[in-house]
């Protein structure tokens, strides 16, 4: 799977930001998107179950950021609101080939990764 992800950028604490990732080739299970903040290991932001729509939020993120897919055009959203400066980071989206659907929100199932987008939130 191909996966080409863009929208982030530089923005103001309590802006918006909307990633998009767009996928191509072959069939996958779930899309999510990731984060890797300076100094820290990658998490898990949002994951989606594709067939569904079903989704999981990492706790930081909830009631913040809301995670779509458009089935037709395979292309993942992210809408993140309310940002802070503790949401900068390299912003990376991913498919899972193989999950089932108890294991979706788990980074350890991913197997196809896109090249990651920056998001800096300024206070």
């Known amino acids: 799977v191909q996966l080409q992800a863009s929208g982030g950028g530089l923005v103001q604490a309590g802006d918006s930001l909307r990633l998009s990732c767009a996928a191509s080739g072959r069939t996958f299970r779930s899309m999510g998107w990731f984060r890797r903040a300076p100094g820290r290991e990658r998490e898990l932001v949002a994951a989606?179950?594709?067939?569904?729509?079903?989704?999981s939020y990492a706790d930081s993120v909830k009631g913040r950021f809301t995670i779509s897919r458009d089935n037709a055009k395979k292309t993942l959203y992210l809408q993140m609101n309310s940002l802070k400066p503790e949401d900068t980071a390299v912003y990376f989206c991913a498919t899972s080939s193989r999950t089932i659907y108890s294991t979706f929100d788990n980074q350890n199932v991913y197997d196809s990764w896109g090249q990651g987008t920056q998001v800096t939130v300024s206070s």
């Open positions: 989606i179950w594709w067939t569904s729509g079903s989704s």
